[in-house]
């Protein structure tokens, strides 16, 4: 496989798990759920479906 494919394969994945990681943070709104994420030091973090969202965003 070249540089080149690996590079496309990858952001077909990348693609895919933003979409998915989306939908999910779709249900929980939904469902009234919360999310764990880990800070910047690897601790747990429960928030709501919104501030992950708002989180996700402001890094990509």
């Known amino acids: ?5 690996q590079l496309e394969m990858r952001e077909i994945l990348n693609k895919a ?5 989306y939908k999910m943070l779709d249900l ?3 469902l009234g759920q919360t999310v764990i994420i880990s800070d ?5 973090l429960e928030v709501t ?3 992950a969202e708002m989180l996700a965003k ?3």
Do not use: I, V
Not at 1 to 5: A, D, I, L
Not at 17 to 21: A, D, H, N, Q, R
């Open 28 to 30: 929980k709104k939904k």
């Open 40 to 44: 910047g030091h690897g601790n747990p």
């Open 1 to 5: 496989m070249s540089k080149e494919e």
């Open 58 to 60: 402001a890094k990509s």
């Open 49 to 51: 479906p919104e501030e």
């Open 17 to 21: 798990l933003k979409e998915s990681y």
